[in-house]
Antibody, heavy 119, light 108 residues
Framework: QVQLQESGPGLVKPSETLSLTCTVS????????WSWIRQPPGKGLEWIGY???????NCNPSLKSRVSILIDTSKSQFSLKLSSVTAADTAVYYC?????????????WGQGTLVTVSS | SSELTQDPAVSVALGQTVRITCQGD??????ASWYQQKPGQAPVLVIY???NRPSGIPDRFSGSSSGTTASLTITGSQAEDEADYYC???????????FGGGTKLTVL
């Protein structure tokens, strides 16, 4: 059973960089797209971006200038950096796996981690 | 288009059938997937590739699609089905993932 676990600071100051890591266990990181998805309190899901196991990435156009996603296949980890954060970036951040076929289906999700942007 | 549109809220009487819809141009090219999310929990995939259920998802959940509209149907709604439901797919270019705004299902 594939498991994903987010880790990183729960509090980030405005204008600073949010950094999260997702550790994948119970399955191979190869052959899949790995996504970051967020959900502001009381709101819907927003896709942030993905990284393919080979290292290619793509991001939500609305966030593209602030997002960096990297992968370390040797550690079965991928990471998110979101720069110049504001209160609007306060959300539960999920890491997730897109199933084979790249049709958007997210078959495994992390439990989510709340990141609050506040001074 | 990179948007998927869902009705914000739907209600259904206990034991009855409810359909939740999702509209978007990308659905001409990609099947919708559907997720159930209960308060304080991560979303759970309930339907993928138009009408496939992951292991453990009850068969009262089914999916369908026609043109630019995908539907999630719950036949014989149970109290535990009360949740937020989201659709998603790749966008029309295939390069991005998109989510609908979500539908809050109330079971009366």
């Amino acid at each position: 059973q594939v498991q994903l676990q987010e880790s990183g600071p729960g509090l980030v100051k405005p204008s600073e960089t949010l950094s999260l890591t997702c550790t994948v266990s119970g399955g191979s990181i190869s052959g899949y797209y790995w996504s970051w998805i967020r959900q502001p309190p009381g709101k819907g899901l927003e896709w942030i971006g993905y990284i393919y196991y080979s290292g290619s990435t793509n991001c939500n156009p609305s966030l593209k200038s602030r997002v960096s996603i990297l992968i370390d296949t040797s550690k079965s980890q991928f990471s998110l950096k979101l720069s110049s954060v504001t209160a609007a970036d306060t959300a539960v951040y999920y890491c997730a796996r897109e199933g084979r076929g790249a049709t958007g289906q997210i078959d495994y999700w992390g439990q989510g981690t709340l990141v609050t942007v506040s001074s | 288009s990179s948007e998927l549109t869902q009705d914000p809220a739907v209600s259904v009487a206990l034991g009855q059938t409810v359909r939740i819809t999702c509209q978007g141009d990308s659905l001409r090219n990609f099947y919708a997937s559907w997720y159930q999310q209960k308060p304080g929990q991560a979303p759970v995939l309930v339907i993928y590739d138009k009408n496939n259920r992951p292991s453990g998802i009850p068969d009262r959940f089914s999916g369908s699609s026609s043109g630019t509209t995908a539907s999630l149907t719950i036949t014989g709604s149970q109290a535990e089905d009360e949740a937020d439901y989201y659709c998603n797919s790749r966008d029309s270019s295939g390069n991005h993932v998109v989510f609908g705004g979500g539908t809050k299902l109330t079971v009366l």
